[in-house]
């Protein structure tokens, strides 16, 4: 059993009686009577082999539980005629199976000895069923970890089975591997080698090199490949018997599925996660199928996917199906028992994960007491729940408990598996930190080397756990004022992410708002390493331009965003050259899109323990995602043979400085943001130069500050805005760099973490005057950013090439199509009036809309009106010489109405509405925009433009503009910023979006949007940026209004994609 990462590996891990029933063994004993005052009574012998035969069926059901109470009944009716008769033996023996699939592994083998006794009295030495009595009391030895004593037993077993079956009988075989998993467990390899070879060589020439025999065999071979990291054999002796089995028993047997099983574990081993997931899926719908879905093998199952999904940090997925294993668990095998703690001990990674240290203590605690008695304090399973424990303890800060139990873990495990094995490495990484967090450097740094050269040796160079035992070292390095070293690690540990760059970018639109790619969740290791460059530029700023070339690379790994993914999928699509070739393009996308949803909804289903409705979603859901990948599979052929180019344009790379440079004009100027975590990072960019500087402040800081900076932006309650705060901040980000961007007309900003909430526009540049503000004047008079220069927003600087090298200009013919002014309510609403001021926000969160699994219609019903956004949007046809008929207001501005719009004939879609901002729940975290509610809601349209809605539209739009509150927001709080209904619209088919940071007041907004299309049609030339500036300063200037100067009314729009004219 292990802890971290199971998996079912029935040719390994089960009762050794059951290998042996198979070859006729246990069968040929029940029907012996071995002498007549052995024999049982006639009516004694009818219900014992009743229940036997029960017995049987709640085994192989996986009722563990059940069968243990049955199996002491049987055995202490059996006992009432005496222990030394065969039907006691069988009593006993079946009792002792229950025991050690509970876990009860002291008492299973307490009573496997009994069965081996009362053998040795009544049978030769020799008989082959005292090697069988052998071979399962050898099994739970191991089991509790006392290979010697099983090393013993195995062989002697081996020895009566070859005198009296012959040296090539299938029992031989199986011992063999008995004897080959017992040196594996002793990290004796090459012993290990010479049985799992001799029983492979065996299999082959008694039954042929493609039997199941040669199958079992292989399986077992490969727990010693993988111990010694030799992971192309492990794969490939894992695919030969995964071959032989589906070949002998047909695809849906339980044998495939442990093979299924095998081979996802190497590939996850190796870090190709999604590979494993894909058969770890499939094996659990066989298990589903042939065990059922509470049987204890699926449970495993379950736990080996939650396994790759915590690997990849999609942690709210591996809880639930950690949740759903439990109970599976707790039922077959009882709350004490060890299968429960295995799942608890994973629960405990989770929170871990998540830093929720007094719920891991909570955990580790339980299974630790679980495993004390199981399998006993010194057991190497027992050590891993130590480690967890520690972790808990070093988390809370009470360093001397977690050193206690790391060097608990560290000695039990040196002395049972040695000092090199790969389950020493987990602990010695946890003690490095608790090293750390104590300031014992030197202590620190020697623990991270040794299990890094450990994991180095067990898992191969690029494998995730070592480029984060390289960053470990580098961020340690940082810490001892060691910069040389720092960047030396970290490029060892970018390096081995970046090998699996190539498999990590989905060509999807990730629409659930969950975790990206194994680079975007080891993002810290690219902060690390621009920290380090840093750090060496300040030590040696000789070095600073090529240090600042190299930082520029990592930065842009680390601010990955999904919605930079979703702008830059644009690419592929328009370089495809041709329009049939461009939507085979969008429909290989909206498949993958699509399959992620579908594969999402199934994770949700296994983990519902309501298992009675889950079953028929989990066979529609299946059939759903096996048709998508059976189209994506021939999409994928004529792609790479009409678009070979398709797949290096699906994952784009981050650009060189001097690539970035060519697609900047002359009058341009780039920054680009990342948030660390005691420090940021600015590059600038123009055409012809380059800087980089550190900026003395980390993301928590930063976040605190433009949470200030932002209160100021409530348009309800107009407060006074901060100028010296939005000049500071000017000084702080950008002031560094200044000088290389500050004379460049439009500046194009790409930001990270918490500066994406900012709007980079309402900084201020020059110092204000000290007087607090007492109207429009100061506000007036302030230096604004925009004044000096047009602010485009960019998801990430590879879009810049998305943008300028593959998307040509919209094709489309109409000009424009709007949404606007919907109806809510057949009972007027308190809406804005003509000549009122209102707010285009919505007073409660977007959940607050639900109720139970649906809408909530009456809360929508209260949405006031927005009259005026018909007179912007008519306002802004006209300047564009669009139709009036193609301006939808009222009941017609529906999600029926737009998802039926022929979307891709127009170069402007605009939408005038409110905009609901997700809220952070499950299931329902989703922006929208708020159409007219139908009469009868359904599936179809409820009312609600949802953001995976959005991303199913076919747009060919130079852009989308989204006059509606927030719609810059991302998914839920805490999430990347833009990467809601502005990631689904990239993804759409647009090049740039008009979005809001924050509630807009209704009549500015109706302003702002007409006078920057008035701007816009005055000058052809103009590039969008430009307009939406000067409306902006129009707006500002305006002395009509007592309100107008207030960056809250003005600045709430930002412009993200292309924003100049092209």
């Known amino acids: 059993m292990t802890w971290r990462r199971q998996r079912e590996l029935p040719d390994r891990s089960v009762n050794t009686c059951e290998w042996l029933m198979r070859s006729g063994w246990w069968n040929g004993l029940v029907g012996i009577v071995l002498a007549a005052a052995l024999a049982p009574v006639a009516a004694q012998k009818v219900d014992i082999e009743a229940a036997q035969k029960r017995f049987t069926e709640l085994y192989a059901a996986g009722n563990y539980s059940g069968a243990l109470t049955l199996a002491q009944a049987t055995e202490a009716a059996a006992k009432r005629a005496g222990t030394n008769n065969l039907t006691y033996v069988l009593a006993l023996n079946d009792l002792a199976r229950a025991n050690q699939e509970l876990g009860r592994y002291a008492a299973a083998a307490g009573m496997f000895k009994q069965v081996l006794d009362a053998l040795q009295k009544n049978v030769p030495p020799s008989d082959p069923r005292i090697a069988q009595a052998l071979a399962n009391l050898a099994t739970v030895q191991l089991l509790q970890g006392k290979s010697g004593e099983a090393e013993t037993l195995y062989k002697r077993a081996l020895e009566i089975a070859t005198k009296a079956l012959g040296p090539n009988d299938p029992?031989?075989?199986?011992?063999?591997?008995?004897?080959?998993?017992?040196?594996?467990?002793?990290?004796?390899?090459?012993?290990?080698?010479?049985?799992?070879?001799?029983?492979?060589?065996?299999?082959?020439?008694?039954?042929?090199?493609?039997?199941?025999?040669?199958?079992?065999?292989?399986?077992?071979?490969?727990?010693?490949?993988?111990?010694?990291?030799?992971?192309?054999?492990?794969?490939?002796?894992?695919?030969?018997?995964?071959?032989?089995?589906?070949?002998?028993?047909?695809?849906?047997?339980?044998?495939?599925?442990?093979?299924?099983?095998?081979?996802?574990?190497?590939?996850?081993?190796?870090?190709?996660?999604?590979?494993?997931?894909?058969?770890?899926?499939?094996?659990?719908?066989?298990?589903?199928?042939?065990?059922?879905?509470?049987?204890?093998?699926?449970?495993?199952?379950?736990?080996?996917?939650?396994?790759?999904?915590?690997?990849?940090?999609?942690?709210?997925?591996?809880?639930?199906?950690?949740?759903?294993?439990?109970?599976?668990?707790?039922?077959?095998?009882?709350?004490?028992?060890?299968?429960?703690?295995?799942?608890?001990?994973?629960?405990?990674?989770?929170?871990?994960?998540?830093?929720?240290?007094?719920?891991?203590?909570?955990?580790?605690?339980?299974?630790?007491?679980?495993?004390?008695?199981?399998?006993?304090?010194?057991?190497?399973?027992?050590?891993?729940?130590?480690?967890?424990?520690?972790?808990?303890?070093?988390?809370?800060?009470?360093?001397?408990?977690?050193?206690?139990?790391?060097?608990?873990?560290?000695?039990?495990l040196t002395k049972a598996v040695g000092p090199t094995h790969r389950f020493i490495a987990p602990v010695l990484v946890s003690q490095g930190h608790l090293f750390e967090h104590q300031g014992r450097y030197d202590q620190a740094e020697q623990a991270?080397?040794?299990?890094?050269?450990?994991?180095?040796?067990?898992?191969?160079?690029?494998?995730?756990?070592?480029?984060?035992?390289?960053?470990?070292?580098?961020?340690?390095?940082?810490?001892?004022?060691?910069?040389?070293?720092?960047?030396?690690?970290?490029?060892?540990?970018?390096?081995?992410?970046?090998?699996?760059?190539?498999?990590?970018?989905?060509?999807?639109?990730?629409?659930?708002?969950?975790?990206?790619?194994?680079?975007?969740?080891?993002?810290?290791?690219?902060?690390?390493?621009?920290?380090?460059?840093?750090?060496?530029?300040?030590?040696?700023?000789?070095?600073?331009?090529?240090?600042?070339?190299?930082?520029?690379?990592?930065?842009?790994?680390?601010?990955?965003?999904?919605?930079?993914?979703?702008?830059?999928?644009?690419?592929?699509?328009?370089?495809?050259?041709?329009?049939?070739?461009?939507?085979?393009?969008?429909?290989?996308?909206?498949?993958?899109?699509?399959?992620?949803?579908?594969?999402?909804?199934?994770?949700?289903?296994?983990?519902?323990?309501?298992?009675?409705?889950?079953?028929?979603?989990?066979?529609?859901?299946?059939?759903?995602?096996?048709?998508?990948?059976?189209?994506?599979?021939?999409?994928?052929?004529?792609?790479?043979?009409?678009?070979?180019?398709?797949?290096?344009?699906?994952?784009?790379?981050?650009?060189?400085?001097?690539?970035?440079?060519?697609?900047l004009g002359p009058d341009e100027a780039l920054l680009l943001f990342l948030t660390g975590e005691k420090e940021s990072y600015v590059f600038a960019l123009t055409a012809d130069a380059f800087d980089w500087h550190a900026i003395p402040i980390g993301g928590s800081e930063l976040a605190g500050e433009i949470a200030n900076f932002r209160k100021g932006l409530d348009i309800d309650q107009l407060g006074p805005f901060d100028l010296p705060l939005a000049h500071r901040m000017f000084e702080q980000l950008i002031g560094p760099v200044d000088g290389t961007i500050k004379s460049k007309?439009?500046?194009?900003?790409?930001?990270?973490?918490?500066?994406?909430?900012?709007?980079?526009?309402?900084?201020?540049?020059?110092?204000?005057?000290?007087?607090?503000?007492?109207?429009?004047?100061?506000?007036?008079?302030?230096?604004?950013?925009?004044?000096?220069?047009?602010?485009?927003?960019?998801?990430?600087?590879?879009?810049?090439?998305?943008?300028?090298?593959?998307?040509?200009?919209?094709?489309?013919?109409?000009?424009?199509?709007?949404?606007?002014?919907?109806?809510?309510?057949?009972?007027?609403?308190?809406?804005?009036?003509?000549?009122?001021?209102?707010?285009?926000?919505?007073?409660?969160?977007?959940?607050?809309?639900?109720?139970?699994?649906?809408?909530?219609?009456?809360?929508?019903?209260?949405?006031?009106?927005?009259?005026?956004?018909?007179?912007?949007?008519?306002?802004?046809?006209?300047?564009?010489?669009?139709a009036m008929s193609d301006i939808h207001l009222g009941r017609d501005a529906s999600v029926t109405t737009v998802k039926h719009a022929p979307l891709a004939e127009f170069r402007v879609v605009y939408f005038a509405t409110h905009g609901l901002v997700a809220g952070d729940i499950k299931g329902l975290a989703e922006p929208a925009l708020l159409l007219s509610l139908p009469a009868q809601p359904s599936d179809e349209d409820n009312g609600l433009l949802t953001a995976s809605e959005a991303a199913q539209l076919k747009l060919n739009a130079e852009w989308v503009v989204l006059s509606a509150c927030n719609t810059a927001a991302g998914d839920k709080p805490g999430a990347q910023a833009l990467s809601g209904l502005a990631r689904a619209f990239f993804f759409a088919g647009a090049r740039a979006l008009l979005v809001s940071h924050w509630p807009v007041d209704s009549e500015a907004a109706t302003r702002l949007n007409i006078s920057t299309f008035a701007a816009l049609k005055a000058e052809p030339t103009l590039g969008r940026a430009e307009a939406l500036r000067r409306a902006m300063l129009a707006l500002l200037n305006d002395r009509s209004s007592r309100t107008s100067a207030h960056p809250a009314i003005w600045g709430p729009f930002s412009l993200i994609g292309e924003g100049a004219r092209r």
């Open 745 to 882: 007309r439009n500046l194009l900003v790409v930001a990270s973490g918490a500066l994406t909430a900012l709007p980079f526009h309402l900084l201020v540049t020059e110092a204000p005057p000290s007087a607090p503000v007492q109207d429009g004047t100061a506000y007036r008079d302030a230096a604004w950013l925009i004044k000096r220069q047009a602010v485009t927003v960019l998801p990430s600087v590879a879009s810049l090439q998305t943008l300028r090298s593959f998307v040509r200009r919209a094709s489309s013919q109409k000009p424009m199509i709007g949404f606007g002014d919907p109806v809510f309510s057949r009972v007027p609403a308190p809406g804005n009036s003509k000549d009122g001021r209102g707010t285009r926000r919505l007073a409660r969160a977007y959940t607050e809309y639900w109720r139970g699994a649906g809408l909530d219609r009456s809360a929508l019903a209260s949405a006031p009106r927005l009259p005026d956004t018909a007179d912007e949007l008519k306002a802004v046809a006209s300047d564009l010489g669009a």
């Open 171 to 412: 029992a031989v075989i199986r011992l063999l591997g008995n004897l080959g998993d017992v040196y594996t467990s002793q990290a004796r390899h090459a012993d290990a080698e010479t049985e799992y070879q001799r029983a492979l060589a065996l299999a082959e020439k008694t039954s042929g090199p493609n039997s199941l025999p040669v199958a079992l065999v292989l399986n077992n071979l490969t727990k010693l490949y993988e111990d010694e990291s030799r992971f192309a054999q492990v794969e490939q002796a894992t695919k030969r018997a995964l071959a032989i089995r589906e070949q002998a028993l047909g695809p849906d047997h339980p044998d495939v599925a442990a093979s299924l099983n095998n081979l996802a574990h190497v590939y996850e081993r190796v870090g190709r996660y999604a590979e494993a997931e894909s058969l770890f899926r499939r094996a659990i719908a066989i298990w589903e199928k042939s065990v059922g879905a509470n049987h204890p093998r699926l449970a495993t199952s379950l736990l080996n996917l939650a396994s790759v999904y915590a690997d990849e940090d999609r942690l709210d997925e591996a809880e639930a199906l950690y949740m759903r294993a439990l109970v599976i668990r707790e039922a077959a095998f009882g709350a004490d028992s060890l299968g429960v703690a295995t799942v608890l001990n994973n629960l405990a990674a989770i929170y871990e994960s998540q830093e929720r240290y007094a719920e891991v203590e909570k955990y580790a605690r339980r299974a630790l007491e679980i495993a004390e008695t199981s399998i006993g304090p010194t057991h190497p399973d027992t050590a891993k729940v130590l480690r967890k424990l520690g972790v808990a303890y070093d988390g809370q800060r009470r360093y001397a408990e977690a050193e206690a139990q790391f060097d608990r873990a560290l000695a039990i």
């Open 448 to 663: 991270y080397k040794r299990a890094l050269t450990i994991n180095e040796a067990a898992r191969g160079p690029n494998h995730p756990e070592v480029a984060r035992g390289f960053n470990d070292l580098a961020s340690l390095s940082l810490l001892q004022g060691k910069p040389t070293d720092a960047v030396a690690f970290s490029r060892k540990a970018t390096a081995a992410i970046l090998a699996h760059a190539d498999n990590d970018i989905s060509p999807a639109m990730p629409t659930d708002g969950g975790s990206g790619g194994l680079i975007e969740q080891r993002s810290d290791i690219f902060v690390t390493h621009v920290a380090g460059l840093a750090a060496a530029v300040h030590e040696d700023g000789g070095s600073a331009r090529a240090l600042g070339r190299e930082a520029f690379d990592s930065a842009q790994w680390a601010i990955q965003s999904s919605a930079g993914t979703a702008l830059q999928q644009l690419g592929p699509r328009f370089a495809a050259g041709n329009d049939a070739l461009a939507a085979l393009v969008r429909t290989n996308q909206d498949l993958s899109a699509y399959l992620r949803d579908r594969n999402k909804a199934l994770v949700a289903a296994l983990a519902s323990l309501d298992v009675a409705s889950a079953t028929a979603r989990i066979d529609d859901i299946r059939k759903s995602i096996a048709d998508a990948e059976s189209k994506l599979a021939a999409n994928a052929a004529l792609l790479q043979t009409q678009f070979p180019e398709f797949a290096g344009l699906s994952a784009p790379k981050p650009l060189k400085v001097e690539d970035a440079q060519k697609l």
